[in-house]
């Protein structure tokens, strides 16, 4: 077989090993199973099931639309420090001054809600880079979109068109920028660990059950790191990973993680 048709083959596994993954768990690396086959192929990727759940636009007028979304500045660090036994973030009333919609508006946020939201399935892929990183960047791997005049890759997963598309659609935008993920992975602690996130707007994250990155509110793309090591966490050992993100309000989305953990899908 020439170079070509192997190139060919390459891309079709790819592509059906993500297409496939759609509403299942699992860890799909499938260049790697090319490499077994003695075909030349890139770094790896590992596809973590992602829960995302899109809403409608608010309008005062449908009782069945969540104020939080395409509305006004809301709901910064409402989340409480440890994840409740359904493993979905408790809310929490904030210390600050920012405008909150209470706990039954922010449960819609990770809860499938009959006719206010409608959840997907996404495969998120992970890559392993160059330096031994294991990566999701909506900046280097989202689609283009165009912001005051300048063209930027975004976080956009269901917009019209794709596979992931829901019936709210893009409500009459470019993208469709309502909406929430959930992401449930394990990862078996080495030494050294690190973890870093980046997100336009909210996003939470919970290593064993704790709150470790809180980016809580509508903002511009905004990070954090964590020293995996100061968590006091045992070298070999399982840990689960929870990350909530939010899209609620502006022209742009994005959501990245970066770690040195081998992230898995949690069963």
């Known amino acids: 077989m020439n170079r070509a048709a192997l190139a060919v083959l390459a891309g079709c596994v790819i592509a059906c090993s993500i297409e496939t993954s759609r509403g299942e768990i699992g860890i799909y690396e499938p260049q790697a199973e090319l490499s077994d086959a003695g075909i030349e192929t890139g770094p790896p990727l590992i596809f973590l ?3 995302i759940r899109d809403f409608k636009r608010y309008n005062a007028k449908d009782p069945t639309t969540n104020p939080a979304f395409d509305n006004q500045d809301s709901e910064r660090s409402v989340v409480a420090a440890a994840l409740g036994d359904d493993s979905k973030p408790v809310y929490k009333a904030p210390s600050n001054a920012i ?14 809600t009959a006719g206010t ?5 996404y ?7 160059s330096d031994g990183l294991y990566q999701f960047d909506s900046q280097k791997f989202g689609p283009t979109g165009r912001y005051m005049g300048a063209i930027r890759r975004v976080f ?17 935008g470019a993208h469709n920028l309502a909406f929430t993920a959930e992401l449930h992975a394990v ?11 980046r997100s336009d707007d909210d996003l939470y994250v919970f290593i064993n059950g704790k709150l470790v990155v809180d980016l809580g509110g509508t903002h511009a793309s905004r990070g954090a790191s964590i020293n995996l090591d100061d968590l006091g966490l045992t070298v070999g050992q399982d840990y689960p990973l929870d990350l909530f ?3 609620r309000r502006g022209a742009t989305a994005d959501l990245a993680i970066t770690t040195n953990q081998k992230l898995r899908p949690q069963i």
Request: proline share 8%; net charge negative.
């Open 156 to 172: 956009t997963p269901i917009d019209d068109g794709t596979p992931y598309a829901t019936p709210f659609g893009n409500q009459g």
């Open 245 to 247: 993100y939010a899209e």
């Open 49 to 51: 099931t992602m829960t």
């Open 123 to 129: 495969p998120l892929p992970v890559s392993l880079t």
């Open 117 to 121: 939201n409608y959840s997907v399935t």
């Open 187 to 197: 990862f078996a602690l080495t030494t050294a660990g690190i973890l870093t996130v």
């Open 99 to 112: 405008q909150t919609f209470g706990k039954v508006l922010f449960d819609q946020w990770y809860n499938d």
